[in-house]
């Protein structure tokens, strides 16, 4: 059954009125959908904007459904896809031919063994732009985190993406660019029936951040098919397909993977590590068993590939953020045919809403549901859930091939950062998510760094 939320009073016999969606939804809308599917306790919600009507969907069995049981009837495509589209084209993140053949030639590159193999070097990058904070720490001039946090994954995914092809001034235009692109599409995203005939807030600085990825990405394309190396890099593996029969991949294609890749890639890391901040501030005592851990395994550092495995507390505090703020926010679907999806009539066309920030928050799946607590993720006290209770890097044969490099990047992040420094959150709270293509806080958040020493080692 279908279940209208209208003023917050749940009813069965209709959809949710445009006066009362529109303007929780423009309001709040990350938390909006949260309550819609929390009140509904994981029944379908129909929204009714204007003339789009999507469905959504947050209980785990029709998750699962939808992301993997049927999950050809439910495509990437349609009003919420179209937005996007002008900056990843045809690729991994698509549908049909470029994403069969696009994952074919990712996947051996975002297995688990392979972020092993390179797992040092982005360790060293890592350690060596943290170490780059303390300009900012000995001058006691507080840092915006979303910022330095995205250039410093900026680095490590550039690695693995372009391994050296890649100047440090061309890499540092692509993050900036990206979180350009990644902000100014909301509008869209909320109002995706508007025509793109009628400019909207947003557009030109969508399209002039594309413009800035095209004038970095396609040069560093010719300069690799010129190469002709054989390294493990991303860009040298698209670049060698097709090289003995002719059959390779276009310079268009090969942009528009990197593009889909470095998106996904970076802005997991940098928007779980942006939002980990003001929680620890928020819970002292889970930011002092942080820091023990930080201490006794990693010590003055640096931070390497080796400690990982003793990181067992971060590993769950990371795990527990991604359920309370996943990058991934939304994960829009639409029906090639009809089906039934929990008992309701899903018609050819329509958009089904997947949230894994709103399915995270369901009562019936997580006790004390809204509460940061990390102890849910603990190796001996983890209860059985159901697979599509928790999902931040969604699931099926879609399932983001970057969920490996996370489990590496973020730890190392986190690590080499506690190592060095005490952080110290300077903007007033609370947060709260901006529905951006992926989740950030709304707010600038601020943060000083005292120094731990006065070099790694070295006693201060």
Known sequence: MSIDATAGVLRRNGTVPVHRTLSGLLRDPVNALAEMGRRAGGEIVRLRLGPLRPYLVTHPDHVQQVLRSDWTNYRREGMFWRPLRRMIGASVLGEDEPWESSRKILQPLFTRRYIDSIAGEMAGVINARVAELDEYAQAGQPIDVMEEMSRIVNRAVLRVLFGDRITREEGERLAPAYDTAATSINFRLLMPFMPYSVRVPGDRAFMKAVRTVDDVVFPVIRRARADHGDGLDVISALCRVGEEDGTGIDDRQIRDNLVSVYGAASESTAMTLTWLWPILQDHPEVAARLREEVDRVVGAGPAVPGHLPELRYTRMVLQELLRLYPAGWIFPRMATKSAEVGGVRVKAGA???????????????????????????????????????????????????????????????????????????????????????????????MLNLVPLRSAPGVAA
């Open 351 to 445: 958009q089904v809403l997947i949230s894994p920030y709103a399915t995270h928050r369901l009562d019936a799946f997580w006790d004390r549901p809204l509460e940061f607590d990390p102890e849910r993720f603990a190796p001996d006290a983890q209860e059985r859930r159901h697979r599509y209770s928790y999902f931040p890097f969604g699931g099926g044969p879609h399932q983001c091939l970057g969920r490996h490099l996370f489990d590496v990047e973020a730890p190392l992040m986190v690590a080499a950062i506690m190592s060095r420094f005490r952080p110290e959150v300077v903007t007033a709270g609370p947060m709260t998510p901006f529905p951006a293509a992926s989740l950030r806080p709304r707010e600038k958040v």
